[in-house]
């Protein structure tokens, strides 16, 4: 389970053990703003990135890059196992996978795995 809240503070935004990300106005959370639809499995952590975009990460072994203004999904990414950790610094997304950590750098809105 994991939540952020916008910069602007307009909207809270969670996921927990199904496969759903909420995004509901803030701080009047009963009201949904919509809901981010892609992952197969739970949803254990999310990652407010520059710019208006989401990364969320799955218990299906993704990542999904979202377009929180409209709800697009832009990029997926597959994974070789469960997410232990994960941080942003921007432009790189620092995930640990088992023993190994990968460094993905954000360019042109994608996100690619660095060398």
């Excluded at 929180?68 to 994974?79: E, K, R, V």
Aim: aromatic letters at 8%.
């Amino acid at each position: 389970m994991d939540t952020a809240v916008t910069d602007d503070q307009n909207f809270l935004i969670t996921c927990d053990r199904d496969e759903k990300i909420r995004v509901s106005n803030y701080p009047n959370c009963y009201n949904i703003h919509r809901y981010l639809l892609g992952h197969t499995e739970y949803v254990h952590r999310i990652i407010l990135l520059p710019d208006s975009s989401l990364l969320s990460i799955g218990g299906d072994h993704r990542m999904l890059l979202w377009n929180l203004h409209t709800g697009a999904n832009l990029q997926q990414i597959s994974l070789s196992g469960d997410v232990t950790s994960a941080s942003w610094h921007a432009p790189y997304l620092l995930i640990a996978i088992s023993n190994l950590i990968r460094v993905y750098k954000r360019s042109s809105g994608a996100l690619e795995l660095s060398s």
